[in-house]
């Protein structure tokens, strides 16, 4: 099992900053994708970013140049810089891991974390 702690969330005024922070634990060994999707209301969940190991990034086009995601792998935690911030990345943020076997290549299981909102202000 994987739990993950997120925080950061706020609120801020459109053109305005927010830092989210992913903190993951447990059986953590086979994690091989971390990263952000979030959710608006009334729509679907949409990746916002994801760092696979090996440092490799996807960024959803809306927020490229915008957004930043970074990993400490010492300390286990993802984090997602969100810059010049627009009324449409409200949402909640939800943290996401993938764990992967290598033996099988294949994926074992995914988790995410309990979201946390943001909200931007025009």
């Known amino acids: 099992q994987v739990q993950l702690v997120e925080s950061g969330g706020g609120l801020v005024q459109a053109g305005g900053s927010l830092r989210l922070s992913c903190a993951a634990s447990?059986?953590?060994?086979?994690?091989?994708?971390m990263g952000w999707y979030r959710q608006a209301p009334g729509k679907q969940r949409e990746l916002v970013a994801v760092?696979?190991?090996?440092?490799?990034?996807t960024y959803a086009d809306s927020v490229k140049g915008r957004f930043t995601i970074s990993r400490d792998e010492w300390k286990n935690t993802v984090y997602l810089q969100m810059s010049s911030l627009k009324p449409e990345d409200t949402a909640v943020y939800y943290c996401y891991v993938r764990r992967w076997r290598w033996d099988t290549m294949k994926v074992q299981d995914d988790y995410w974390g309990q979201g946390t909102q943001v909200t931007v202000s025009s």
């Open positions: 760092i696979l190991s090996g440092d490799s990034i």
């Open positions: 447990g059986s953590i060994s086979r994690i091989n994708v």
